[in-house]
């Protein structure tokens, strides 16, 4: 038995061993407002916490997590996290929120509260806390040829903010070959600009011409590829010689994983998002597979919102996933996933106020 958790807010006390999107810094320059949830149990023990943030669009008011529930106990178990996110609605659709949106894709969750609109999803991520040649020889044999490759061709791979409007017009060409929107360049620098010191823009060049560029958030949780641009012709090395640089820098700053943020379960065979999970796979990663979800806390302006996005976007990734959750591993079994690593030394909170 397990006692249900009550979602309290609480002040935010971000450090480094907490993941990036956790910061009062990022979280600022990504909403209009923002905070973090705890959750308390009967004894008044803080057992995890959920950063959000709060969006206006219009007349909507909408509520987007940007990281997954933090466990702050070893023992913080998938029924508390369940108990944990309904009290979290109820306290959503008591300060008058519209609807909680999809989080970002680098958020996966466990479980979702009773009554969400959930889909699977995961993520590959890279143990970096592995010796230095043993992240070498997990990845395949190809890729590490692709990579030589790009260094005996002379890639070269920097970091440098300097590059930032060169990295947003590679981005914005890359999104639109898969026929999706990008962000405006004034939006880009205030997400970069909300990672401050925790940011940094990783590219390949190749004589004098950008080939390759990444933009990653990281801490001592975790390194995170958030977005991503290539040339349409790019040296087949030069994203990969990217990945492979970055997995060395972040190991020496102290990230203890590396995640490329984002995989949809059991693509069709011969898509794109299999050619990209193989990628990912084939650089060291391994799947990590929970769920993305959404809930409708004022049912009309939640259904005016989805249609909108549906007319828009075809739907959001819910939307396209959900159908695949029938069937898929159901994540309130104890034995089906393992937690992303309690973090109850990097927490100071430990009493309801």
């Given at each position: 038995?397990?006692?249900?958790?009550?979602?309290?807010?609480?002040?935010?006390?971000?450090?480094?061993?907490?993941?990036?999107?956790?910061?009062?810094?990022?979280?600022?320059?990504?909403?209009?407002?923002?905070?973090?949830?705890?959750?308390?149990?009967?004894?008044?023990?803080?057992?995890?916490?959920?950063?959000?943030?709060?969006?206006?669009?219009?007349?909507?008011?909408?509520?987007?997590?940007?990281?997954?529930?933090?466990?702050?106990?070893?023992?913080?178990?998938?029924?508390?996290?369940?108990?944990?996110?309904?009290?979290?609605?109820?306290?959503?659709?008591?300060?008058?929120?519209?609807?909680?949106?999809?989080?970002?894709?680098?958020?996966?969750?466990?479980?979702?509260?009773?009554?969400?609109?959930?889909?699977?999803?995961?993520?590959?991520?890279?143990?970096?806390?592995?010796?230095?040649?043993?992240?070498?020889?997990?990845?395949?044999?190809?890729?590490?040829?692709?990579?030589?490759?790009?260094?005996?061709?002379?890639?070269?791979?920097?970091?440098?903010?300097?590059?930032?409007?060169?990295?947003?017009?590679?981005?914005?060409?890359?999104?639109?070959?898969?026929?999706?929107?990008?962000?405006?360049?004034?939006?880009?620098?205030?997400?970069?600009?909300?990672?401050?010191?925790?940011?940094?823009?990783?590219?390949?060049?190749?004589?004098?011409?950008?080939?390759?560029?990444?933009?990653?958030?990281?801490?001592?949780?975790?390194?995170?590829?958030?977005?991503?641009?290539?040339?349409?012709?790019?040296?087949?090395?030069?994203?990969?010689?990217?990945?492979?640089?970055?997995?060395?820098?972040?190991?020496?700053?102290?990230?203890?994983?590396?995640?490329?943020?984002?995989?949809?379960?059991?693509?069709?065979?011969?898509?794109?998002?299999?050619?990209?999970?193989?990628?990912?796979?084939?650089?060291?990663?391994?799947?990590?597979?929970?769920?993305?979800?959404?809930?409708?806390?004022?049912?009309?302006?939640?259904?005016?919102?989805?249609?909108?996005?549906?007319?828009?976007?075809?739907?959001?990734?819910?939307?396209?996933?959900?159908?695949?959750?029938?069937?898929?591993?159901?994540?309130?079994?104890?034995?089906?996933?393992?937690?992303?690593?309690?973090?109850?030394?990097?927490?100071?909170?430990?009493?309801?106020q």
């Open positions: 038995m397990y006692s249900p958790l009550k979602a309290k807010p609480i002040p935010i006390e971000w450090n480094a061993d907490l993941p990036v999107f956790a910061a009062d810094r990022f979280l600022k320059s990504v909403g209009d407002s923002y905070g973090w949830l705890g959750g308390f149990d009967e004894t008044a023990k803080l057992r995890c916490i959920l950063p959000y943030t709060e969006i206006r669009k219009g007349i909507f008011k909408l509520i987007r997590f940007r990281v997954e529930t933090i466990p702050a106990q070893n023992d913080f178990s998938i029924q508390q996290e369940r108990s944990f996110l309904n009290s979290c609605i109820e306290y959503f659709r008591g300060v008058g929120a519209d609807i909680v949106i999809p989080a970002t894709t680098n958020s996966i969750f466990r479980t979702f509260p009773d009554g969400a609109d959930a889909a699977p999803y995961g993520s590959y991520v890279i143990d970096l806390e592995q010796p230095e040649d043993v992240l070498w020889k997990n990845i395949s044999r190809i890729t590490r040829q692709n990579i030589g490759t790009a260094q005996r061709a002379g890639m070269s791979v920097r970091t440098g903010a300097e590059q930032l409007d060169a990295a947003h017009a590679l981005i914005t060409e890359t999104f639109q070959r898969s026929g999706l929107p990008f962000m405006g360049r004034e939006s880009l620098q205030r997400f970069v600009d909300g990672l401050g010191e925790n940011g940094r823009l990783v590219i390949a060049e190749l004589q004098g011409v950008l080939h390759s560029c990444v933009i990653f958030g990281f801490s001592n949780h975790c390194a995170y590829a958030i977005y991503a641009g290539n040339l349409a012709r790019q040296h087949q090395g030069a994203n990969k010689l990217i990945y492979w640089e970055a997995v060395r820098l972040f190991k020496s700053l102290g990230a203890k994983r590396f995640d490329f943020v984002g995989a949809r379960i059991s693509p069709p065979k011969g898509s794109k998002e299999e050619a990209i999970n193989l990628f990912k796979q084939r650089m060291g990663a391994k799947l990590i597979q929970g769920y993305i979800w959404k809930y409708p806390l004022r049912p009309l302006r939640s259904l005016a919102y989805s249609y909108g996005v549906r007319l828009l976007r075809r739907g959001d990734i819910v939307d396209l996933e959900r159908h695949k959750l029938t069937g898929s591993i159901r994540m309130d079994d104890e034995s089906s996933t393992e937690l992303r690593g309690p973090l109850t030394s990097a927490i100071s909170h430990s009493e309801a």
